[in-house]
Structure formats: structure tokens, C-alpha cells
């Protein structure tokens, strides 16, 4: 005959939070992780921020500001280099070679 099993009853005593995690839980990994980036964004937080207005030369902040030129004032786009159209006129003939080649090619495929 099975031994019946009883149940005790009264309060569960608390377990701690990470009982159950071991070192290599991913878990873990991700809560050290949370805490070190918590921790950096807090201590970048903390750092001083240079004054660069401080640190510049005097001749620095004296200098005008440059000259603002409408966009007319600039030359318009250079046509492409004529060498471009021969490069693209071999590369078509090269394309149409293969395109010819690769017919072919299904034509003694073809049962």
C-alpha cells in the first residue's frame, strides 16, 4: 500500500529573493548588468562639465562670424566624366555577351 503523504499547514516560512538563481542565471546576468548601467548613467550624472567658453583664446572670441553665400553663389553640379559613357557602353555589350551565353547554354539544357 502507498504511503499517503500529509501536508502540513501554518505559515510558509519566506524564502530569500535570489534563492533560486544560480551564478550563471541569465537572471542574474541581467540584474548586475541593470545595476551597472544604473550606476554609470548616475556617476555620468555627477561629472562637471567643462566651461569651453572659458578655455577659448581671446582672438577666438573676437573673430566675425564667416560670410553666409546663397546657394546661387555655388557652380551647379559637374556632368559626369565622358569616360563614364564608354565604361557603360562595355558593360552592356559585356552583359549582353553573357545574357547570349546564358541562352544558349539553356538551349542544350532543355530537353
Given at each position: 500500500?502507498?504511503?499517503r503523504r500529509t501536508f502540513r499547514?501554518?505559515?510558509v516560512p519566506p524564502r530569500p529573493v535570489l534563492a533560486g538563481l544560480s551564478l550563471t542565471?541569465?537572471?542574474?546576468?541581467g540584474l548586475v548588468v541593470a545595476s551597472l548601467v544604473l550606476v554609470s548613467l548616475v556617476l555620468a550624472g555627477c561629472a562637471p562639465f567643462p566651461r569651453v567658453a572659458e578655455h577659448s583664446p581671446a582672438r577666438v572670441a573676437a573673430a566675425p562670424y564667416p560670410?553666409?553665400?546663397p546657394l546661387d553663389a555655388f557652380p551647379e553640379a559637374t556632368p559626369p566624366a565622358p569616360e563614364g559613357a564608354a565604361i557603360a557602353e562595355a558593360l552592356?555589350?559585356?552583359?549582353?555577351a553573357l545574357n547570349a551565353r546564358a541562352a544558349a547554354l539553356r538551349r542544350l539544357a532543355a530537353p
Open positions: 500500500m502507498p504511503r499547514c501554518g505559515p542565471s541569465p537572471v542574474l546576468a560670410a553666409l553665400l552592356d555589350a559585356e552583359a549582353a
